[in-house]
């Protein structure tokens, strides 16, 4: 999820046949929209662990141990239990799965500096929707502001020059 911005519900759903381990493409064919029905270039981490979960019988990436057969289907007793546990052994650990598409979301606005880019790949109909998950960060606001700065200072620099040269 940190790595590709599925929703939680996309990565426990996917189906070995629709991993493409040769181009390194995952296939979401089942979505909330036509949006998010897409098809995902694989970042080295995901292709990795994909690649470890491609072994065994079972038709799904993640399969139940409590259901032969399906999928792992939800996280949230995972979740909740591991948050648990968490706080057991030392300073409370909290985050929620969503989180990490927002991570994602946020990073992949920064890398790419636009909203449709990461609109399309998180299976968003629209950018209006991506404009939710993605919180640009201080360094990230602060690299343009200080590159504004600049061509201000230019511009000013330029036109003091203008000015010098016309009265002398």
């Known amino acids: 999820m940190l790595n590709q911005g599925m929703r939680p519900e996309e990565g426990t759903s996917l189906a070995k046949a629709g991993i ?12 909330k929209s036509s949006a998010a029905r897409r098809t995902l270039d694989m ?3 995901p292709g990795l662990i994909l690649g470890r979960r491609m072994a065994g ?20 007793n995972a979740h909740d239990n591991l948050l648990e546990k968490a ?24 890398a790419t500096g636009d909203l449709a880019t990461p609109a399309a790949i998180l299976g968003h ?6 404009q939710k998950y ?11 502001t ?3 700065d600049m ?9 003091e020059q203008g000015l010098n040269s016309r009265v002398n």
Do not use: C
């Open 20 to 31: 493409d381990m040769e181009r390194g493409q995952i296939h979401i064919r089942k979505g």
């Open 43 to 45: 970042t080295s981490e």
């Open 57 to 76: 019988n079972s038709p799904w990436v993640f399969p139940s141990k409590r259901r032969p057969g399906k999928n792992i289907g939800r996280l949230n």
């Open 87 to 110: 706080a057991k052994a030392g300073p409370a650990l909290d985050f929620v799965l969503y989180g990490f598409r927002h991570s994602f979301s946020t990073g992949m606005a920064e």
């Open 125 to 130: 109909g629209s950018i209006l929707t991506v």
């Open 134 to 144: 993605a919180h640009p960060t201080a360094d990230h606001k602060r690299s343009p």
């Open 146 to 148: 200080e590159g504004y």
């Open 151 to 159: 061509v201000f200072k230019l511009a000013a620099q330029k036109s």
